[in-house]
């Protein structure tokens, strides 16, 4: 298995208790003794969805203690939705993993994304009209899907290897592996997509094939991102807790360029590692390039405004963009401030993705 660049360790890798995790599990024990690390430690969430979780959870823990590894059960506790199951589920997995890795020091959480995975999220993502960004599907070195998670990197080392591979693996080392039921439920659009790869294969929409669409599309991301950040270099000034955009700049720019450009400006200023529902964005930024801001407006916790006379930097374009005061809750505490759970921070997708 080849290292990825600044390979994060020590790590933590899910299992739960399919071919594709457990294959990661084995690969990366070999990958870390090889290189001379520390073995990762064995994180299963049991969801409790179904008879017998517990069963899976305790049969992964015993498969690690095989191969001379710690390994830990995370429980979902608490009563589970009735709708969106699926999205509730992943997100509460993550969370659990996350808590438990900050909580021990692990600066990489490893999981067993392979290339069908890669295709489906393509696949899905093409469905709702996702963005060049979202396009791009899932990068083998990514920040933790959850906010707030700042210091765990999540990573996929087996987005170029088949699920076939990895079963004839663990075949060779007399691993069984659990096939979740939820896998065949075609109540989840995942589900249905990987029904119908053998139609898409047949029209020539093979699992290969759309993944280099997805390195393409990477590549692009890249450069049109580039060109943002060079652009708020030189036509944006920054300060302690607000900044001074040049408007008639940003409204000269092309339009997928201009939003991310102000995306790069909203996130600096507040803080933030993520960007704002891109809805909102492209309204605001609607309003900014026809000039018909007002008064101000804002998002994501910035207002932005004109900038009064005597202080600006750029002509009668300047536009301040200002770091605002939390809103306070009747009962004292900040508006929109959540603990550390599931909407704390919701998904880290990219809202250039929608």
Known sequence: MAALPRQPWPAAVAVSGGADSLALCWLLTAWAKQGGLA???????DHGLGAGSDDIARKVVETAQQWQLTAS??????????????????DARYQLLGDWCLSHGIKGLYVGH??????????LRLGRGSGVDGLC????????????????????????????????????????????????????SRVRIRQAWPTLIAAGLAPERLVLA????????????????????????????????????????????????????LMRVSGSSYRPRFRRLQALYNSVCSGELGGGRTLMGCRLA?????????????????????????????????????????????????
């Not at 073995?39 to 969430?45: E, G």
Request: with cysteine; hydrophobic share 45%; glycine share 6%.
């Open 73 to 90: 059960v995370l429980p979902w506790t608490g009563p589970k939705p009735r709708r969106n199951l699926e999205a509730a589920a992943r």
């Open 214 to 265: 997805t390195d393409h599309l990477r590549r692009a991301r890249s450069a049109l991102q580039s060109t943002a950040e060079a652009f708020v270099a030189d036509h944006c000034r920054f300060e302690d807790g607000h900044a001074q955009l040049d408007r008639a700049a940003l409204a000269a720019l092309p339009e997928e360029i201009g939003l991310r450009a102000l995306a790069l400006v």
């Open 39 to 45: 073995p990762p430690t064995v994180l299963s969430v």
């Open 306 to 354: 004109p900038v009064p006379r005597a202080r600006r930097l750029f002509g009668e374009a300047s536009l301040w963009v200002q770091g605002e005061a939390p809103r306070r809750s009747p009962g004292g505490a900040s508006a929109g401030v959540k603990k550390r759970s599931v909407a704390r921070g919701g998904s880290s997708r990219s809202d250039m993705e929608d």
């Open 114 to 123: 392979t290339l069908e995975d890669q295709a489906e999220t393509l696949l």
């Open 137 to 188: 599907a899932m990068s083998g070195l990514s920040p933790f899907p959850l906010a707030g998670y700042f210091e765990l990197a999540l990573v996929r080392p087996l987005l170029m290897l088949a699920r076939a591979s990895l079963r004839r693996l663990l075949r060779e080392l007399g691993v069984a592996w659990h096939e979740d039921p939820m896998n065949e439920d075609p109540r989840f």
